[in-house]
């Protein structure tokens, strides 16, 4: 990774960049951000009924401007640090490092001059948008929560209302899913992105699933009639279920279009950690964006969770083996590593199974040839040092926790761990015997 001289050791350019919603409609500064960003009286500041340069150059992000050029370390960014105090590379370190890139080494050293000179306000507009419209999703994902699928919240209402006790994380999810029922902000941030559609260059979707959510239609709808489209280059995080007519024909109306596919395993075994998903029609999903144009790329996105960790293999043969069909530039792979809730981390994974998959996933990366590229080698830099830390800590709390909540949720959506997810099934029989709970 590139290292551009910087002064601040907590800047990132996402404040002068990025126009960020979270799905209730308050300000972010990315959409990795841990809470809203506030305004003058510690309150998160919504989108709606305030005008667009009120909170642009307002003292929200004002404050978290100057911050970071002093070098302070912020309440929103704590994501990035935690991956960063692990030796895995942040989201604001590959954003400083795309911004050197597209402007240049000299250009990016004149860029951070003006800000510095400008303090917390910006001339600039913003040139990225990353949108989240609600929770409106179509899967069960085991790693998500409440307020990003109301399919999630339903169960977990029902399971409530049972008497049935969800873990702390998940109790405390839902009640804030549950505030967030007002989804009138929507159209009020949609009419400031096209406000600003001129001076956006790239656009991220999130959700919820984007591709079934009509507010997203509406906004993709207007900006190709803008004739705007043409200069965004649009990223969709999707489960990869939606490949419909009309989300095919309006991608190409975009400069380019990536598109994360949250793909945690393959066959049974996502099925299982993605409740509602099914392994062929992604797959065949997958193959229809790819088949569309030379615009479009597709990006497979795993997080590694204590959930798929044991099956990753199986994962990274099949990338291996679809990317080899394609143009290297059009399939590629990130991995990403859980951090919330704690019972779900990888890292709880038992040191008597971390030979078995290192050399798993060695093997693997020798016998693809995509695993050499630099794409490749970060995806299998980041899961050795996810299993590098495995087996190093104490985890007998988020152990137990982790054992009630899969069997509740088993029992709930009647699947069993170790029909779908054998190897991950052999990793839970030792976390029981760990802590000396019987099967």
Known sequence: MVKPPLTSPSFCPAPWTTLASSNDGCVQLCCRALKPLVDESGLPLPFANSSFESIWNGTGYQNARAAMLRGDR?????RCYQEEERGLVSRRQRSIENNLRQRGPEAFQDWLGRLQSEGGQTQERPSHVEVRLGSKCNLRCRICAPEFSQLIRKAMEQLTQQGSMLPEFYRENLK?????????????YVEKILANSSSINSMYFAGGEPLITAAYQRLVDEVIKSGDAGHISLTVNTNGTIATPYWLEAFEAFESVELYVSLDGIGPSVEYQRTGLSWPVVADNIQ?????????????????????????????????????KHRPDSLTLQVNVLHTPRFLQAVLLPHEHVSEIRSQVDEIARSFPTFQTDDGLSAINKIQTVLNQCGQKEFTKEIKELLAYTELMDSHYDQKLADHCPATGRVFRTLNNSIGCCE
């Open 288 to 324: 229809k964006f790819l088949n569309i144009d030379q615009n479009i790329r597709v990006k497979i996105f795993p997080t590694l969770s204590i959930l798929n960790i044991a099956e990753i293999g199986s994962l990274l043969s099949w990338y291996g083996e679809l990317q080899g």
């Open 176 to 188: 804030l899913s549950q505030s967030r029922d007002d989804q009138s902000w929507q159209v009020d």
């Open 74 to 78: 912020l309440p929103y960014c704590g």
